[in-house]
């Protein structure tokens, strides 16, 4: 029925390619299955093991995922032929180091002898699927033609996976009847976009990402007004001292540079400091970020430098009233 079903959504125009399988990227936990991997010892206490994905061919061109040796599941995979696989790049690495991956075989279901071997035809490209900030754990896919064949296991259920030429949601009442035309009583539900799916995943970290962007605004602010009011504080005080520097021949551009060189070296050794605690606090927020490293240098640089340039304009009013001190004036008010 399965396989009667995405030849008929492939069909229709506009679809580029049709697939399934039991579990989408980013939308569900797959969960591993223990297996025997034939030439690998695992470390005492540990066994091998692989997150599960039953798929049809087409799923993987019409997911986006890509096949880097070998070659994809397909029709040809079928209940009678021999069992094959694909495993992504961790698994190679984690069970084949040093040796080719292409043409090995496990068993489903670790020591069972009454399972079958499982062949290795196709390494996948590595994909996040349990979460954006997820470690990519070993995975393979096997046929849902074959799955009852390795595992003894009937297949509970599966999504099907439509690419489309343009816009998705034009074909997506085509596909709602030919799912209707073949069991009119078969329930469709929970229709999205890999868009959506990717959105409904990243919406806590960007949530997340718009408090911290909001805190770190409120004390970039806090910090700003901070500094001008120790600056000014200090002007307030120096205002004698500095009506001596001008009275005996200091021009404005030497009371500026002295005021805002006060401020520089009060910044510099914030920011040393800041940037020191947040090398140390980083790793605690390694799981919290996506496509940067814990202690990126450019981050680091950037933030460093837009700290120091809030705070030497925060320090600049304070530096021109200094330079305004009349010499007459503030001795007179000493």
Request: glycine letters at 10%; proline letters at 5%; zero cysteines.
């Amino acid at each position: 029925f399965l396989q009667q079903l995405v030849g008929r959504v492939r069909s229709i125009p506009g679809v580029r390619s049709a697939g399934a399988a039991r579990s989408l990227p980013l939308a569900n936990t797959i969960g591993d299955w223990g297996l025997m991997v034939d030439g690998y010892v695992p470390p005492p206490g540990t066994n091998a093991k692989g997150d599960w994905q039953i798929v049809t061919d087409g799923y993987i061109e019409s997911i986006g995922e890509r096949v880097i040796r070998g070659r994809s599941i397909t029709a040809a995979d079928r209940t009678d032929t021999q069992p094959v696989a694909l495993i992504n790049e961790t698994m190679a690495r984690t069970y084949w180091s040093g040796r080719d991956a292409l043409g090995g075989r496990m068993r489903l279901g670790g020591s069972n002898p009454n399972r079958p071997f499982v062949t290795v035809v196709g390494i996948v490209a590595d994909v996040k699927h349990n979460g954006i900030t997820d470690a990519v754990k070993e995975k393979f896919y096997i046929p849902h033609s074959q799955w009852h064949v390795s595992t003894g296991n009937p297949i509970r259920s599966l999504a099907l996976v439509v690419k489309a030429q343009g816009d998705p949601a034009s074909i997506a009442g085509a596909v709602r009847q030919e799912i209707r035309a073949m069991d009119p009583m078969l329930p469709i539900a929970n229709v999205r976009t890999m868009d959506d799916v990717v959105g409904a995943t990243l919406s806590a970290p960007r949530f997340t990402g718009m408090l911290l962007t909001a805190f770190a605004g409120l004390a970039l602010l806090l910090s700003a007004i901070g500094i001008y009011g120790v600056l000014s504080y200090v002007v307030s005080r120096r205002t004698r001292e500095i009506g001596i520097r001008v009275a005996i021949g200091a021009g404005r551009m030497q009371v500026l540079r002295l005021v805002l060189g006060q401020g520089l070296m009060l910044t510099l050794t914030g920011v040393i400091i800041g940037l020191v605690a947040a090398f140390w606090a980083s790793a605690f927020m390694r799981d919290m970020l996506y496509g940067v490293t814990p202690t990126d240098p450019l981050t680091f640089v950037g933030v460093g430098v837009v700290l120091t340039v809030i705070a030497l304009l925060a320090s600049l009013v304070p530096a021109l009233r200094a330079t305004r001190v009349d010499p007459l004036v503030a001795l007179k008010t000493e």
